[in-house]
């Protein structure tokens, strides 16, 4: 093969889905195969197709759910939703109606399925290799992990793909990141991202999409590989994803949306072609060694401050880094466990899914949550709830004193009602350690699931290690 | 969206980095159906204190800043959540162009939609700016240019596509719907179907 003709996987499934190429005065036509839609950032673009008399497009290829704003209190029914406030309530009466006039599936209250949309979309198959896959969520990038291009975009865009099923998008550049080696026993898929972040920057993949790859990444199940592409924009990336594989194609099949029987095998065939070509040039790379990782915590207000769980919390080097440890009421010198712990939150579409409950719940089992440490395990789909249930994670969780929660993204953006009081420390495996995340003056500390349970049993930032 | 084809104001900096769209506006104000009224949530929590009290050394708090359209942010500003509630709020507070040496993808896409200009400039003329507060700035979008006091002209970069649009005050939904045969025959020929 000529090396011109060598692809990336992202060109790839870019070439795939372009309708309208671009030129130096129009973006490209962009199509979309899955549109994924929440309660909180599409309303507006409802509003808009209305004004405008407009249908929606493709509602078979448009999934809905609500997750963000909702309750996570246990309820006996769904009539006595606790929802905080009437702006949230509100929204989720228009999701109903929306999704009712316009003729679109929602997995809502009731639902079996419902859950955070990054969670269920790779539960029912709907998330594949080498499709385009969007949503007014930021977090899209996770559904990358299957070898999808798929990215978060603002409400007028939910607009454009509504009415169009397409985007105007010019190309982003490509950045190859490859973890080699395997990883040391004790660190995880978070660890792996946080790290990552912290070597690239909050803003190294802007303008990027990012393909991860190395055997540290092919050792991973999907939801490691999940875990690490979700937070590929906290490194400021467009997308991240990752060349499906046996593991891919095992998890997908016999998923509820995937398809059946023959033409289940030609999808496996035209998935084994989704790589990057051998010679295919990416416009940067960036090599970490995965036998050098450790348990990684943050220490700031960006997920892009990061260090190992032992290691010292460095000198600030300028006025926006002094603010950020002032927030945190970190010393710098000393290593994170020298902090105490208020609240410890194990969920989100980051770490929310069942191997990372497993993960909290391996080092849970007959130990107690400290005393003055509030623990809270919200799973990230009624599904992943059901399934943590049956292998009886929640009497680990409850006995050792956390509390088990409804499914949504509660304490990650604190929307909810599900906050965390100013200035306590919030040992969190979500994504985003910003000021006020999870609610006014909450202090944030990121990390994976083994090392948030590890310090709700201990009382402070821990290295989950110390505990297996 | 209304056009943009010149705006002349003074500037209001906030020399931090990496201004996330959680600060821009928090997340307890996104329960919202429309987009109106979002300017009083912008920077909430960096605006007033915990009990609503005016943070007294935040710039946009100085009435001197009121009517400033031309905000100087530090670099990467606008990361994080794809809200676009955040552009909503810093236009309906009455900003019209942030300048910054870099932005985040979505945050600056959002903008661009909206008819809130990004704007990118070299480290040199951002520390020059982040030094003299509320100076006096025009822009010329139609030639994506920036004259300083003093007649320094400066070139931004933008996307001709989107400073076409921001200068005609044009929506894109407009134009994608002129694609509906391409789209159609797109759906029509691929080899599978999603
Ligand atoms: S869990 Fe957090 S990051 Fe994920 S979709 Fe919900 S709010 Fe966004």
Known sequence: MAVSDAKTLFEKVWAEHVVVPETADTPAVLYIDLHLIHEVTTPQAFALLRERRLAVRRPDLTLATMDHSTPTTPVSSFRDLAVVGEGAANQIRQMEENCREFGIELYGFGSEQRGIVHVIGPELGASQPGKTIVCGDSHTSTHGAFGALAFGIGTTEVGHVLATQCLLQRKPKSLAVDVGGRLPAGVTAKDVILAIIGRIGVDGGTGHVIEYRGEAIRALDMEGRMTICNMSIEAGARAGLIGPDETTFEYLAGRPRVPRADAWDAAVRRWRALCSDEDARFDRTVSIDATTLQPMVTFGTNPGMVVGVNDPVPEAHDASFRKALDYMKVTPGKPMSENRVDVVFVGSCTNGRLSDLKEAAGILAGRKVADGVRMLVVPGSQQVKRRAEELGLHRIFTEAGAEWRESGCSMCLGMNGDTVASGQLSVSTSNRNFEGRQGIGARTVLASPATAAASAVLGRVADPRKLT | ?194
């Not at chain 2, 159906?33 to 007294?56: I, K, N, S, V, W």
Request: charged residues 20%; glycine residues 8%; proline residues 6%.
């Open chain 2, 1 to 194: 969206m209304d056009s943009l084809t010149a705006l002349k104001s003074r500037t209001v900096v906030l020399p931090i980095r990496d201004i996330d769209t959680d600060q821009i506006i928090p997340a307890r104000f996104l329960t919202t159906t429309t987009r109106d009224g979002l300017g009083a949530a912008l920077f909430h929590d960096l605006r007033y204190d915990q009990d609503g009290g005016q943070r007294r050394d935040f710039p946009l708090n100085d009435p001197a800043n009121r009517d400033c359209a031309i905000l100087v942010a530090g670099n990467n500003f606008g990361c994080g959540s794809s809200r676009e509630h955040a552009p909503w709020a810093l236009l309906d507070y009455g900003i019209r162009a942030v300048i910054a040496t870099e932005f985040a993808d979505i945050f600056r896409n959002n903008s661009l939609k909206n008819g809130l200009l990004p704007i990118i400039v070299d480290a040199v003329t951002h520390a020059w700016l982040v030094a003299n507060p509320g100076v006096e700035l025009h822009v010329d979008v139609l030639a994506s240019q920036l004259t300083l006091p003093g007649g320094r002209v400066v070139d931004y970069p933008i996307d001709a596509f989107a400073r076409y649009c921001l200068t005609q005050g044009i929506d894109q939904l407009g134009y994608l719907r002129q694609q509906a045969d391409a789209i159609a025959k797109f759906e029509e020929a691929r080899p599978w179907k999603p």
